[in-house]
């Protein structure tokens, strides 16, 4: 933020906690709706063919959102994006702790779409913002966030939910979806970077940046591998080792915990690496475990190859934020706006194929999809690391 933003603005200590709160409750949205499906079933009685149209719609509600979120902060500011988006959120947990009919249960997964959509991409906007000198730190910590939320829910409902019942659970996550709406409308946030109207021009410029569209192919391989890992890794542990429901459940839980202590190491050390090198170094970890998953000859080895992937996937995504961040600092709504849309369709697509292909031949085939995947990371990563370069060297002359 400029000096004067410094001013307008609440302490960047408060933004943060706003920012924190917020993507805890996305992470809550990307993890409710699956957690909640078999009460639904049971509550409601519709197809799995219905309930897949669910997460379908939920996820071209999102990406919608994220297409739109990157003009609109950078022409307006971030207030009122946040707080309509917390509210959406908000509204669709009450409607879905209600909802007697499937028709209203896809009218909260549209909802839910379009306020997590915008939540996901104004808090990672906000953050890139507010810490422009250690933004790779920032957003990794900001990582750490969505993994508490997106296990919230879960351990709610395995644990609390013959006690309380789906109703009061879904009560509370409306109730923690409110803690952000309070916080974005009680703080003061950074004047609209574009507030004396939009540059289209410019911003159609930033749109052709080969930078740009480096990075988003790289989160598009990314989002393609996260998805597929928490979508994927309970189902091929079970029928393909033979592994109980409980220890896929658990290495599920560690792979996911490999996640957040790896963003919470980068955050602490994230100054000592650039982040390019970071993001090659979980991408090269990320490769080998995806090998030994794909080809583990044991369940525990396969076990300890899902663990080590989400060590190695931890950095990749928040850190290739940051260097978008770096680099486009006058449009960074935008600018995430368009990387993060890129992303949501690899992480739509990465499960399907790798479905598609489990349906033809086994998921020991589709699970080569994540291996095909960070191959990706690694080669964009050096055209990232090169291009970067020379964009620096250009602006010191």
């Known amino acids: 933020m400029t000096p004067q933003d410094h001013a307008a603005a609440s302490r960047p200590s408060k933004l943060m906690a706003s920012a924190f709160a917020g993507m805890f409750v996305f992470g809550i949205v990307m993890a409710v709706l699956g957690a909640i ?22 996820n071209f509600a999102m990406l919608v959102a994220t297409l739109a979120f990157g003009p ?6 971030f207030k009122a994006l946040l707080v309509v988006c917390s509210f959406l959120v908000a509204a669709s947990f009450l409607l879905l702790t209600v909802a007697p009919t499937y028709s209203l249960v896809l009218v909260a997964a549209v909802v839910l779409g379009f306020g997590g959509g915008g939540l996901n991409g104004g808090t990672n906007a906000l953050t890139s913002d507010v810490n ?17 939320g997106a296990l919230s829910v879960p351990f709610l409902i395995g644990t609390l939910l013959r006690s309380l019942g789906l109703q009061a659970i879904l009560v509370l996550a409306t109730l923690l979806a409110l803690v952000p709406l309070v916080l974005f409308t009680l703080f003061k946030f950074p004047r609209a970077k574009q507030a004396q109207g939009f540059p289209i021009r410019q911003a159609a410029r930033v749109a052709r940046d080969p930078l740009l569209w480096l990075c988003g192919f790289l989160l598009f391989f990314q989002s393609g591998n996260e998805f ?15 592994v109980g429901p409980s220890a896929a459940a658990l290495t599920l839980a560690g792979y996911w915990a490999a996640v957040m202590a790896g963003r919470l190491f980068t955050a602490r050390f994230s100054r000592l690496l650039r982040n390019e090198k970071l993001v090659l170094a979980g991408a090269g970890l990320a490769l080998a475990a995806a090998v030994l998953l ?16 989400g060590l190695g996937f931890s950095a990749i995504y928040p850190t290739t934020l940051a260097i ?28 399907w194929l790798v479905g598609t292909i489990a349906q033809a031949s086994g998921l020991r085939h589709g699970l080569l999809v994540p291996v095909f995947n960070c191959a990706m990371i690694l080669v964009l990563m050096v055209l990232i690391a090169r291009v970067s370069k020379n964009k620096r060297a250009a602006s010191a002359k």
């Open 324 to 351: 978008v961040g770096e680099n486009f600092a006058s449009f960074t709504g935008t600018a995430f706006s368009f990387v993060i849309s890129v992303g949501l369709a690899g992480g739509m697509i990465s499960p």
């Open 228 to 242: 597929t890992a928490g979508g994927w890794i309970s189902t091929y542990l079970q029928k393909t080792f033979g």
């Open 37 to 58: 499906l078999p009460s639904l079933f049971g509550k409601i009685g519709f197809s799995e063919a219905a309930a897949g149209n669910l997460f379908l719609t939920m």
């Open 132 to 148: 422009p000198g250690q933004r790779g730190a920032a957003l990794n910590l900001l990582g750490i966030f969505f993994g508490f």
């Open 72 to 77: 609109m902060v950078d022409r307006f500011g």
């Open 294 to 309: 794909a080809l583990a000859p044991t369940g525990a080895l396969a076990m300890a190859g899902a663990v080590l992937l």
